[in-house]
Nanobody, 126 residues
Framework: QVQLVESGGGLVQAGGSLRLSCAAS????????VGWFRQAPGKEREFVAL????????AYADSVKGRFTISRDNAKNTVSLQMNDLKPEDTAVYYC???????????????????WGQGTQVTVSS
């Protein structure tokens, strides 16, 4: 059974940091491009970051560039999202997703991804 599980969310003050992790089971993440998306209440799910299979290429939404860093450890079958200088507008449920297509560009659409986790809540207070 394929499963992606996010962890690491929580409540943090503006300017703080969180590190999200996405762990896979039943799915060798090394074969997939992996992305992070987020969805705030009343808004559509939006692209945050993406990483190539090797980890050598990444892409970010303009709103998080310079503050967030995506990385992966294929040996551990995990992908992480380091989030620094968090802002209230970063508040959302964060999802990881895996895609077989080797397209590493910004603003990928959620519908293009094959597998999804259940999400983890990130709340940034002002």
């Amino acid at each position: 059974q394929v499963q992606l599980v996010e962890s690491g969310g929580g409540l943090v003050q503006a300017g703080g940091s969180l590190r999200l992790s996405c762990a896979a089971s039943g799915l060798p993440l090394r074969n997939y491009v992996v992305g992070w998306f987020r969805q705030a209440p009343g808004k559509e799910r939006e692209f945050v970051a993406l990483i190539s299979r090797s980890g050598g290429t990444t892409a970010y939404a303009d709103s998080v560039k310079g503050r967030f860093t995506i990385s992966r450890d294929n040996a551990k079958n995990t992908v992480s999202l380091q989030m620094n200088d968090l802002k209230p507008e970063d508040t959302a449920v964060y999802y990881c997703a895996a895609d077989t297509r080797l397209i590493v560009v910004t603003n990928r659409r959620p519908g293009e991804f094959d597998y999804w986790g259940q999400g983890t809540q990130v709340t940034v207070s002002s």
